[in-house]
T-cell receptor, first 115, second 113 residues
Framework: AQSVTQLDSQVPVFEEAPVELRCNYS??????LFWYVQYPNQGLQLLLKYLSGSTLVESINGFEAEFNKSQTSFHLRKPSVHISDTAEYFCAVSDVGSGTYKYIFGTGTRLKVLA | DGGITQSPKYLFRKEGQNVTLSCEQNLNHDAMYWYRQDPGQGLRLIYYSQIVNDFQKGDIAEGYSVSREKKESFPLTVTSAQKNPTAFYLC????????????FGNGTRLTVT
């Protein structure tokens, strides 16, 4: 069965420092991969996605994630974080061509950027 | 602007009462979903619908019911049979492709006392 693991429940980091949020998945088939961000008392917003092609994908606000098939990972990185990046981040997968339109989410990583 | 509207944002109910959470979208998406979010547990799928008048149980459907009479609307009823209904509920929609990302509403926080 599919599963998504986000090992770090909380990640504190100082402003302007780099950060990596880890995501590993298990699946016996090809997958699509997503990162979502959630600010307090709001819904989730898509941050970036990997569908095919280049394994490095970028968002408009400086985040990037790299799909590593051999390690079944899709870690999220940012070279320099801002206070405004404080939020909860969720990794999600869906099976390619599964026909069920089901998405499996990780348990989330709470990023806290410190001044 | 297209989007998903969930109402109300906060909802309080007494134990033993059924309550219905509203979800409306104007994105022309075929698929709609209800998730429950609890601290430290991520998002768990309650029900999903791929097309009007059809829906499937997710991983934690017990104590919940849904309907999909219109493409735009996917209301969720939390019944008195749900043992622990206090949670943050999120509605989402997408195209009917497994590569289509989910679009989320801003959620309804339900408190049952």
């Amino acid at each position: 069965a599919q599963s998504v693991t986000q090992l770090d429940s909380q990640v504190p980091v100082f402003e302007e420092a780099p950060v990596e949020l880890r995501c590993n998945y298990s699946s016996s088939v090809s997958v699509y991969l997503f990162w979502y961000v959630q600010y307090p008392n709001q819904g989730l917003q898509l941050l970036l996605k990997y569908l095919s092609g280049s394994t490095l994908v970028e968002s408009i606000n400086g985040f990037e994630a790299e799909f590593n098939k051999s390690q079944t990972s899709f870690h999220l990185r940012k070279p320099s974080v801002h206070i405004s990046d404080t939020a909860e981040y969720f990794c999600a997968v869906s099976d390619v061509g599964s026909g069920t339109y089901k998405y499996i989410f990780g348990t989330g990583t709470r990023l806290k950027v410190l001044a | 602007d297209g989007g998903i509207t969930q109402s109300p944002k906060y909802l309080f109910r007494k134990e033993g009462q059924n309550v219905t959470l509203s979800c409306e979208q104007n994105l022309n998406h075929d698929a709609m979903y209800w998730y429950r979010q609890d601290p430290g547990q991520g998002l768990r799928l309650i029900y999903y619908s791929q097309i009007v008048n059809d829906f499937q149980k997710g991983d934690i459907a017990e104590g919940y019911s849904v309907s999909r009479e219109k493409k735009e609307s996917f209301p969720l009823t939390v019944t008195s049979a749900q043992k622990n209904p206090t949670a943050f509920y999120l509605c989402a929609s997408s195209r009917r492709d497994s590569n289509s990302p989910l679009h989320f509403g801003n959620g309804t926080r339900l408190t049952v006392t």
